[in-house]
């Protein structure tokens, strides 16, 4: 998901391109619409639709491949396996290069020439980044490959198609060790083997995810506007003021095409499949003569958003299309496609959870309306939606509603399933012209290079049919009630709190006493599994109290024998930071830390395999990696000029960050398990006084810092970029305090203020856009996000649970007790609070109990 605008250096208003559209007037040609019937391709071109790809290692390989794996040896030097020529397949172009794989490493190297305006493409990666790699098609040649890396980017490589194996297998011969060896597999294989679609049916991924992971599986990607992911139009009422999610009305018939959606058309689409006959014998009979997915109908959604605003112009010849075709409405597109069966443009995965493509935040002059002369500027939105983030909030809603989630496998046959080919799609009005469907054209038997050169043109902007993934009807989801019964019974599966906030429960653990509180609380963190360990073994939840004392306690989010819902077993034998095992003997502070910092949960952060504890605040001005085995600090890394006052550590293991009384952050490569040393990555500047809280989240590359100066910077992580500095509203100088910031998985910025006067906290979007402020009664002394909630706890004792849009309560629990931090358990199964008097509050759900 590509969420976080950044700076555009070389901008262009494009006014050019809309001279160029008013002086052509309204007669010039529409390149948004595809043809009709696109020209035939020579017969030696086509193939047999059922022709499978034969160009994957059988599945005994992959498993000697896994079997086979070498320890792993530091020491060994950098040595090359493959070089091959290829193409780097971007949304802007295709870069020719070439492609080096070492034992280490990867390399692109761009081979074009080298001009002054032109950005270069040159790239590497480590292999132990490399997480995935997937088989793809580029104009329905099966000879890509794309490559997935361990923080989320991705690359799209083309090669020739006897190439592509050779690269693979080589990737394989590397055995990079976080490598997932059945990505390389055949979709509906992979579909099997990757066990989401079960994941799906029991709930525990929800819609938006299961149609990401369809998507990607079947081909679709972010790199190619021909396969880009697809997503269904789940909504049918675009006029009311409210939105009415328990009324069927609401919604589209999902077990129809868009085409056929309205009945009105059903008598049109058949009339055109039995009236066509190719002369020729070739084309075989289709519904429609457009396609539900294409780069013209990408653009057409993207058109205020860079670089697809350029590449829309460049699509129309170097102007922009007449305002009246553009898209400005969501309804008024809504209805055209109803009006006829000839458009039959699907959604992409934008309409649910990217608000600025609604925005023409750019200014382009996109025209005026030809009834109305009005300007088009934002999309105009329905009734129902206050704004653009709005709009967003409430579609992505109605796609987990209990009507879409009941009826979405209808629509998965038709675009991945049985109803995409043969007699089932005829039956289901679901054919389309025959060059979109996989392995339909063989490219490599054109010789002409014009001709061949026209033909991929052709297909890359008809659109291409994903990979068929599966040829029996997908299974139903079960209903809401079931799945969280079936997840309260498991040992397994848990359900996120959020889904059932009424039947919440509060449980309290006495860890330690009110004399040393704990002052930090790790999430629950695994230690490395083996690739045949399937069931479920305890979690490490690391504590800190505030004489240094340190507590290694097992957490499972389930409990056999009672009704409390989780297990948790107290350290008895706390750790000392000192090393010393008698509590009694161990000072109330560590002669490490400096005299000026008051221990706080901001000092500490625990590695993704819980081996190591990396610790701030010492008096040298040093991040320290204490060891839980061997019981002592093993490493002592001084990058900051002042006493460092925060760490936090990102969601996939990779990056920690720092902040420091310099007014600096600092971004850390941690991604080493073996290496205990974090290595400076990255200086981040841009705050005038102390630095006192931070987050990062590396799969959207950002880092941000809150300070003493009042602001909020964020930051890019791997450039070093300050992109935004945010402000808390509403707080009266002189500037506020930031006290705490928390980044969610869709890239919301939270974080915590305070003045003189009040206690206040705020929500950003990654673009930084301000979602919600509030005044709360008591000071803030820690937040998280779990879902598309924020929860803040305080010195009052008070927990709440608010909407990140709006910050709407929803779950309130008053404690009575001084709260020191919160946490969130992986899937969001539970919170849990260290309070001033010693114990751990839990919240969560109950066992069922069979009751």
């Avoid at 509050?841 to 069922?848: A, K």
Wanted: glycine content about 4%; some cysteine; overall charge negative.
């Amino acid at each position: 998901m590509r969420l976080k605008l950044c700076p555009n250096y070389h901008f262009d208003n494009h006014q050019n391109a809309s001279n160029l559209r008013d002086n052509a007037g309204s007669g010039i040609k529409c390149m948004m619409d595809c043809p009709e019937i696109p020209p035939c391709m020579p017969q030696v071109a086509v193939r047999s639709l059922v022709e499978e790809d034969g160009e994957m290692l059988p599945d005994e390989d992959i498993a000697s491949y896994k079997m086979n794996y070498p320890e792993e040896d530091n020491e060994r030097k950098e040595k090359l396996v493959l070089s091959v020529d290829c193409q780097l397949v971007t949304l802007m172009s295709v870069i020719k290069g070439r492609l080096v794989i070492s034992t280490t490493h990867a390399y692109f190297h761009d081979l074009t020439p080298i001009t002054e305006d032109c950005d270069r493409h040159d790239f590497k990666w480590s292999m132990t980044k490399l997480r995935d790699v997937y088989l793809r098609r580029y104009n329905l040649r099966r000879s890509a490959l794309e490559f997935f890396l361990m923080d989320q980017s991705n690359y799209f490589l083309n090669f020739t198609t006897k190439i592509r194996l050779k690269v693979l297998t080589s990737i394989y011969s590397v055995h990079p060790p976080n490598f997932s060896f059945n990505s390389s597999r055949h979709p509906q294989d992979l579909l099997r083997k990757s066990g989401c679609t079960q994941k799906w049916v029991n709930r525990e991924i929800s819609n938006f995810e299961y149609l990401m992971q369809l998507n990607t599986i079947a081909g679709r990607t972010y790199n190619d506007l021909s396969q880009y992911p697809v997503f269904p139009w789940v909504l049918a009422d675009y006029k009311s003021k409210e939105l009415d999610l328990n009324d069927p009305k609401t919604f589209r018939d999902l077990s129809r095409p868009v085409g056929v959606v309205n009945p009105n058309n059903e008598a049109d689409v058949q009339a055109k499949y039995r009236n066509f006959e190719d002369p020729n014998g070739v084309i075989e009979k289709f519904h429609y003569g457009t396609h539900y997915s294409n780069s013209a109908g990408v653009l057409h959604y993207l058109v205020r958003v860079e670089p697809f605003t350029s590449l829309h112009i460049e699509l129309q010849s170097g102007r922009f299309d007449v305002a009246d075709r553009q898209f400005h409405s969501i309804a008024q597109t809504w209805k055209l496609l109803m009006d006829t069966p000839n458009d039959v443009k699907e959604l992409i995965p934008e309409f649910f959870y990217f608000p600025e493509f609604l925005k023409n935040m750019n200014k382009f002059d996109l025209g005026r309306l030809q009834s109305s002369k009005e300007r088009i500027g934002d999309v105009i939105l329905p009734p129902w939606a206050d704004s653009p983030e709005d709009f967003i909030y409430k579609h992505r809603k109605a796609l987990e509603s209990d009507y879409v989630s009941n009826h979405l496998h209808e629509w998965i046959d038709l675009i991945f399933g049985y109803k995409q080919k043969g007699q089932a799609a005829v039956d289901a009005m679901n054919v389309f012209y025959y060059c979109s469907y996989e392995g339909a054209v063989d490219l490599d038997a054109i010789v002409d290079p014009i001709e061949r050169e026209a033909v991929e043109g052709m297909i890359n902007n008809f659109g291409q049919t994903p990979s068929q993934l599966l040829k029996e009807p997908h299974p139903v989801r079960l209903s809401l009630d079931k799945a969280l019964e079936k997840m309260m019974k498991s040992d397994h599966k848990k359900p996120d709190l959020t889904m059932m906030l009424s039947e919440l429960f509060t449980f309290y653990v006495e860890i330690t006493d009110n004399k040393h509180p704990m002052v930090f609380l790790s999430p629950p963190r695994s230690g490395s599994k083996g690739l045949l360990q399937t069931f479920m073994t305890d979690d490490t939840l690391v504590t800190v109290c505030d004489n240094s004392l340190i507590g290694r306690h097992s957490w499972l989010p389930y409990d056999r024998h009672s009704n409390k819902g989780f297990t948790l077993e107290v350290d008895q034998s706390h750790i000392l930071l000192k090393g010393k095992k008698d509590p009694n003997a161990y000072p109330m502070r560590s002669s490490s830390y400096h005299p000026s910092i008051e221990m706080n949960s901001h000092l500490f952060a625990v590695s993704h395999d819980a081996k190591y504890l990396f610790t701030a605040g010492h008096w040298d001005y040093s991040v320290k990696t204490f060891s839980f085995s061997k019981n002592k600090y093993v490493s002592s890394v001084i990058r900051h000029f002042d006493v460092v006052t925060c760490l936090a550590l990102d969601s996939c293991g990779w990056y920690m960050i720092s902040g420091s009384k310099d007014c600096t952050s600092v971004v850390w490569d941690v991604s080493n398990a073996n290496n205990t040393n974090p290595k400076p990555f990255q200086t981040l500047l841009g705050h005038d006084l102390p630095i006192i809280c931070v987050a990062i989240a590396t799969e959207l590359d950002m880092a941000v810092s809150g300070s003493q100066d009042g602001t909020v910077n964020v930051y890019s992580i791997h450039q070093g970029l300050l992109v935004h500095c945010l402000t808390p509203l509403g707080c009266v100088s002189p500037p506020s305090i930031i006290t705490f910031v928390a980044i969610s998985f869709q890239g919301h910025i939270a974080f915590s203020a305070k003045d003189k006067k009040n206690h206040s906290v705020h929500v950003f979007s990654c673009n930084g856009d301000n979602l919600g402020s509030k005044y709360v009664a008591a000071q803030v002394t820690g937040i998280t996000t779990i879902g598309d909630c924020l929860v803040v706890v305080d010195d009052a004792g008070d927990l709440t649970l608010s909407r990140l849009l709006g910050l709407h309560p929803v779950y309130d629990v008053p404690l009575h007790v001084p709260i020191q931090t919160v946490v969130a358990t992986p899937g969001n199964t539970h919170l849990l609070a260290p309070l001033r008097d010693g114990k751990i509050v839990v919240i969560g759900l109950p066992n069922s109990n069979n009751n």
